[in-house]
Structures are given as C-alpha cells and as structure tokens.
C-alpha cells in the first residue's frame, strides 16, 4: 500500500494550509451529521461519530460547526439534509481500478460530476461489481511516528485484532477487519497511543505500479473528482514508489 498511502499522506499535510481547506471542512461535517442521524448524538454509545470528530478536530474544523452538524443529524436543529452513501466503479489511467465514495442529497448531480471527472482525465465508468471484487474494506488506523516504533504500536494492537503495521515514513498504518477497528483504535488509546484517523476504507488486493507520468495522471484524476463536493472518498489501486513520488512532489 506504499505509495497510495504515503501519497494520502502528503496530501493530507497540503490539505490542511489548502485553498480546498473548506471543502475538507465540509466533507468532514457531512460525515458528522450522517454519523449523528445513523447512531444518535452520544459519541460513547456511537464509534462512527467518536472517529469523525476526532478527525475533524484534528483537521481544526471549528467546535462550533461540528457540535451543529451532531444536532443536524440527530434531528435537535433543524436544516439537515437526507444524504445517502452511493458506490461508483470505474477504470483510471494505465488501468488503475478505482471506486468513489458520494455522500449526496442528490444522486442525478453525484453520477453526472463523476462521469465528467471521470471522462476529462482519461478514466471510464464500469459496472458495478467489476472493479469492488478489487478491494477488502478493512480498518485503516493512521498512527503518527513521534518516539514510536513499529514494536510499541504492533504490541498495542495485536490482541484487539490488527492484521498488520506498515511504516509509511512519517506514521504507521495499522490494518484490520473493518469489525474490528473500534476494538484496534480503543487498544491505541488505552496504550496511550495518539492517531490520525480511524477509518473503514477499501484497501486493493493487488497494485498497479505507475511510472511518475502515470502517477500524475491518477492523482489529477482523483483531485477532479475529490474536487466534487457530493465525492466523499476516492480508493484507487496504485503503488508509486519513494522515487516516483519525490519527483511528482518536486
């Protein structure tokens, strides 16, 4: 998962002193309220809300906008809007397999930004099931360094169920069962160990190794579609390696 991560993970830093710093803000939100209308407002009865406002906080989305976006969603304010979750499958440049998450209130205006997306930057739509059978959705705990080594976050997570640890440079990624990342991200911290996010996201079973003009064309491809305000997530099979990805940095 190197490069893909290692590339989440250094946009992720751009993100935050981005111009895009207000959609983040708002995809974040969205997944507050979503959260807060699927399990309730008690973030200690609901792990889903616990883990999207721990990221948002992380990502300095005011209090404020994130205790709204718990009473939207809970139904205590009014103004919230009836989002769903849809699933799109398609194929990038060099045959990258690639699945985008939407959270919309509106679908005709979800498909039709992904399919321009999509066309403009040398993808294609596919069946649904013809690129999903590609990925495992697994839980993905981005841990940062610090002091740590890998022993000290392996030694905390093992029993709670993580399948693996892998050294992304600047942080770790602990891998698990989707059903099991509450029980991995709870083992962190009661091991007092920080984290990023804890998400349930699809990992790919294989990888599509890109040379840097691939690996620019993918990552154009995905900032189009993220650049959708109803894109919520964007998962793609490629590996780029630390060469490939210190000369698209540059």
Avoid at 128 to 141: D, I, M
Avoid at 187 to 200: E, F, N, T, V
């Amino acid at each position: 998962m190197s490069g893909h991560s290692k590339w989440a993970t250094t946009k992720h830093k751009k993100a935050v002193i981005d111009a895009k710093r207000g959609k983040l803000f708002a995809k974040m939100i969205k997944n507050i309220e979503v959260a807060a209308r699927t399990g309730g407002a008690d973030v200690s009865g609901n792990p889903t809300l616990f883990d999207a406002i721990q990221k948002a906080k992380k990502s300095s989305v005011p209090n404020k906008n994130i205790d709204s976006a718990v009473k939207r969603g809970a139904g205590l304010e009014a103004g919230g809007a009836d989002y769903e979750t849809i699933m799109y499958e398609g194929y990038g440049p060099n045959g990258v397999a690639v699945l985008i998450e939407c959270l919309t209130d509106n679908r005709n205006r979800a498909a039709s930004d992904v399919r321009v997306a999509m066309t403009r930057n040398g993808g294609n739509m596919a069946d649904p099931g013809s690129v999903s059978y590609l990925f495992n959705r697994k839980g993905v705990v981005v841990v940062p360094k610090g002091e740590l080594t890998e022993d000290d976050v392996l030694g905390a997570v093992l029993d709670a169920g993580a399948e693996e640890v892998n050294d992304l440079g600047e942080s770790f990624e602990v891998i698990s069962e989707a059903t099991d990342l509450v029980a991995v991200r709870t083992a962190l911290q009661d091991a007092g160990i920080d984290y990023d996010s804890a998400d349930a996201n699809f990992v790919p079973t294989m990888q599509v190794e890109l040379d840097e003009e691939g690996a620019r064309k993918i990552f154009k491809l995905i900032d189009a579609l993220e650049d959708s305000d109803d894109v919520q997530n964007v998962f793609a099979n490629f590996d780029v390696s630390d060469e490939v990805m210190e000369k698209v940095d540059a």
